[in-house]
């Protein structure tokens, strides 16, 4: 059956122009974007989204370049989707990532790693909640 994840392509990523071919990856591993949109998003805003993480020593600073400069929100849909999109995107640390993976190509420190991807269904309903409404999730 059909499942939904949530996914950012983050600001280093976009700020180097790797956006669509980010997209292309996703797409080409069978994802249908279900939504999409590229905003600013505020320090606060980072801080409630990544809440899980508060008291951790990367906190303030993954939050703060979560904050400075646009980003790509998305829902993205397929069988299988919160596994396999964690596949494609590679590990955390981009210095453990695997080869084609979207990481290794395009992220340059387990900080700025290019793009994050729900890591279960529960966390999957809160990210897309927090960041889209329903009507947007056609
Ligand atoms: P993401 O999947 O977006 O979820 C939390 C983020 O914290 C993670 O990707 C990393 O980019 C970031 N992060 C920064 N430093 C660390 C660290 N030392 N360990 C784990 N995650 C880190």
Known sequence: MAQRT??????????????AAILADIERAGFQIVAIKK???SKEQAQGFYAVHAGKPFFE????????????LMVL??????????????????????EGTIRKKY???????????????E?????TGYWFAGYELI
Request: glycine share 8%.
């Open 61 to 72: 600073g993954l939050c703060a370049f979560m904050s400075s400069g646009p980003l790509v």
């Open 107 to 121: 992220a340059e420190s387990i900080g700025q790693n290019a793009i994050h991807g729900s890591d279960a269904e």
């Open 6 to 19: 949530f996914s950012i392509i983050k600001p280093d990523a976009v700020r180097k122009g790797f956006t």
């Open 123 to 127: 966390t999957a309903a809160f990210e």
């Open 39 to 41: 905003q600013s998003i």
């Open 77 to 98: 849909e397929k069988e299988n989707a919160i596994a396999d999109l964690r596949r494609v995107m590679g590990a955390t640390n981009p210095a453990n990532a695997e």
